[in-house]
């Protein structure tokens, strides 16, 4: 799409770019300067942001089915209402990050630094949360049905009313 091939061609330069409801499924979006990009109910399903700089963007009920994250940034990110699932954020750092209300069902969250986000009502069932970081967070009312836990960071974070039947936390 036009959408696709432009936000392609300037990646380096999408900063506070306006891309509200833009259709970027599958771009190349990798090492790009995203941050303060408003991305709000954009389609980026199967997108690749591996190095990304999301940090401050709005990505309020976007779609990330399936997309990549790796190491991306996004500090202070709003991922509120966003659908995440079978995304790969191993090693992401969503630090401060909003992610109420999200779906991240089967997603890698492996070695992700989540500390000071809220994940209020999220569904993160079926999870992989393995060494992620998520001191002070706030979890209240999240899903962890089925996730993995295993060395999880969870000092001080809020999981009042969460849901984690069958978790492996070891």
Known sequence: TIDKQKAEASKKSLQAANLKRAQLQEADLS???????????SDLSEADLCGAD???????YANLHRTVLYRCRAKKTDFSNTILTQANLVEANLSGANVNEANLKESNNEGANLTNSTFKNADLSEVNLTGAFLANAN???????????????LAGS???????NNDSLH
């Open 31 to 41: 090492d790009g300067i995203l941050i303060e990009a408003c991305l709000e109910e």
């Open 54 to 60: 999301l940090s401050a963007a709005n990505l309020k």
């Open 139 to 153: 979890l209240s009312g999240a899903n962890f049905t089925n996730s993995e836990l295993i060395a999880a960071a």
């Open 158 to 164: 809020d999981l009042t009313d969460a849901n984690l």
